[in-house]
């Protein structure tokens, strides 16, 4: 997804449909870039594998650089220097003379206390990928880095080339797989959720501890996956994430519970979903069933590509 707005003041719009965890770049192709862009952000001779801090150009390239304040405007102003300057004044001589005199002369102004924030120093780094030459960002993770440093760092990419596109972490393309609801009623009765993040998190928050971590790794390698559609389930399906992987006409249903398994549908998956959980494995209506030991992701992975 390439975005192209001044500037992004939350991310649900972008990111949202993103699976937790998942590892992400921003990355701007710089020959889609204007000469003068490149030059005002010090990338005109940059060449791969360089890192740079970016020029400033703008307000938020220079909090990235030198940092910003805190104004406490509910406390009482305080005397502060704000700068030196040089004072010309004229100097009695005496006799009817004067002498022109220039000296520096500190500054100070009541002003609201205020606190230091340093900078971020987001540094950018030249990779050529398929041919072309990008600037691209650190790697945040999606749910585990705070949200203002990955709104600081798209923000910075906005403000010096116009445009940053989303990314996995290899550089790979890939949009926020569209989210879309359905009822199912195939599994264990749960919480209907209003998406992604909310629908994992209620079902994984009623798991053990212990069991979180594989749930989540599970749900990582899904995501870096690409599939072209993820469905929440709903209702009674509410444990269940579904990946669409149309290359392989298959579609992965992942459970999020514990002490369960993974099932692989063909074709249409939304017609058998609406059977019991003992109608599908009577019937033999999935194409496999992969529980989740330790050769789950080896044997998934012919299925989800």
């Known amino acids: 997804m390439i975005i192209t707005r001044k500037y992004v003041r939350q991310l649900t719009s972008y990111l949202g449909g993103l699976i937790p965890y998942t590892e992400i770049k921003f990355a701007t192709q710089l020959d889609r870039i204007g000469n003068a862009a490149l030059v005002r952000s010090g990338f005109h001779e940059l060449e791969t594998g360089e890192t740079i ?4 150009v703008g307000n938020t390239s220079r909090i990235n650089s030198e940092g910003s304040y805190e104004v406490h405007r509910d406390q009482p102003k305080e005397r502060r220097l704000v700068g030196r300057r040089e004072w010309t004044r004229e100097e009695w001589a005496g006799r009817g003379q004067t002498n022109t005199i220039t000296e520096e002369v500190d500054i100070y102004r009541d002003c609201y206390p205020r606190t230091f924030i340093p900078p971020p120093g987001i540094e950018l780094t030249a990779v050529e990928h398929d041919g072309h030459l990008f600037a691209v960002s650190p790697t945040f993770i999606w749910q585990q880095t705070p949200d203002i440093q990955i709104i600081h760092a798209l923000n910075l990419m906005l403000e010096l080339f116009g445009e940053a596109e989303i990314r996995h972490d290899n550089l790979a393309s890939f949009l926020p797989p569209q989210t879309r609801r359905v009822n199912w009623v195939l599994l264990p009765p749960g919480h209907g959720m209003a998406g992604v993040t909310a629908h ?14 594989p ?7 899904l995501a870096s996956r690409n599939p072209v559609d993820v469905y929440l389930g709903q209702g009674g399906f509410n444990a269940y994430v579904a990946y669409v992987f149309p290359r392989t006409g298959m579609t992965v249903l992942e459970s999020v519970m514990p002490a369960n398994a993974t099932y692989i549908f063909r074709g249409n998956w939304q017609t058998v979903s609406h059977l019991t959980k003992t109608e599908i494995l009577a019937g ?3 194409h496999d069933r992969i529980f989740h030991d330790a050769d789950w992701q080896n044997r998934l992975a012919r299925y989800a590509q």
């Open 53 to 56: 801090l970016p020029s400033i």
């Open 284 to 286: 033999h209506h999935h």
């Open 200 to 213: 994992v998190q209620g079902v994984i928050n009623r798991t053990p501890p212990s069991f979180r971590g």
């Open 215 to 221: 749930i989540m790794s599970r749900l990582t390698f």
